[in-house]
Each structure stands twice: as C-alpha cells, then as structure tokens.
C-alpha cells in the first residue's frame, strides 16, 4: 500500500547538508511498514535566485516494530570511492545502491552537488 505524500518549506539559504526525517511511527509508537520511496540523485530545490541540485549520501534505518524498541542500522555513501557502505554496530559492509534503496528509512542525508544562480543559467 503506497501513501503518497508531500510536504513544502521555504528555505533562506541552501544548507550543505540537508536532512530529511520520515515519520514512521504512530502517535502510540507502533511502526508505519508502508513502502517509502525516495530519490537518490536529482533532488532540486529553488529559490528565487538559485537552483540546488542534492545527492543522497545517507540512510538511517531502523528495524523494529514500536519506537521503543528496535535496532538502528546506517548507510553512507563515501564519494571518494563511490561506494555505499552499511553500519551494523561494528560490522561495516559494501552494500549496493539497491540494497539503500529498500531500507526501511527514517532519516535521509542529502548533499549539496552543486547550486546555480537562475540569473546565469538563462
């Protein structure tokens, strides 16, 4: 069952690090298991004069049925190599973009590519 939802802001400055947080759980602290979706590249945000271009560079996924109980696992893509890697407590792994793509997200982590003047681009 997919839930299609959108949320807008407003922004002053582009901030390099950008974090988005994914409500799942339930105001009685049990899990949302409904499928989330999320872009990897291509994230464009605008403001009156720039444009802002974010990649996907984190994950945080929590495994578990309430907010009370459960076990934090984290992704994080590291540019240099262009690998994603998967933190479990002290097992580190190379994962696949696919295997981020299917974590049960909760938090996002997005990075500044790149931010071009509207005034320039025309």
Same mark, same amino acid.
Request: glycine share 4%; aromatic share 12%; charged share 20%.
């Given at each position: /069952? !997919?839930?299609?939802?959108?949320?807008?802001? @407003? %922004?002053? =400055?582009?901030? *390099?690090?950008?974090?988005?947080?994914?409500?799942?759980f339930n105001?009685?602290? =049990?899990?949302?298991?409904?499928?989330?979706? !999320?872009?990897?590249?291509?994230? &464009? $945000?605008?403001?009156?004069?720039?444009?802002?271009?974010? *990649?996907? %560079?984190?994950?945080?996924?929590?495994?578990?049925?309430?907010?009370? =109980?459960?076990?934090?696992?984290?992704y994080s893509?590291?540019?240099?190599? @262009?690998?994603?890697?998967? !933190? /479990? /407590?002290?097992?580190?792994? @190379? &994962?696949?973009?696919? /295997?981020?793509?299917?974590? =049960?997200?909760?938090? $996002? $982590?997005?990075?500044?590519?790149?931010?071009?003047?509207?005034?320039?681009? *025309?």
């Amino acid at each position: /069952d !997919f839930v299609r939802a959108t949320r807008r802001i @407003n %922004i002053s =400055q582009f901030p *390099k690090i950008m974090i988005v947080t994914l409500k799942r759980f339930n105001n009685c602290g =049990q899990k949302c298991t409904k499928i989330v979706t !999320f872009k990897t590249t291509g994230i &464009v $945000l605008k403001s009156i004069s720039e444009t802002g271009i974010y *990649k996907l %560079i984190g994950v945080i996924e929590h495994n578990g049925n309430t907010l009370f =109980q459960g076990h934090y696992i984290t992704y994080s893509f590291k540019k240099s190599i @262009n690998q994603w890697f998967k !933190f /479990d /407590d002290e097992i580190v792994t @190379n &994962v696949k973009l696919s /295997d981020v793509e299917k974590a =049960q997200a909760y938090c $996002l $982590l997005y990075y500044l590519e790149s931010k071009v003047n509207i005034s320039q681009s *025309k």
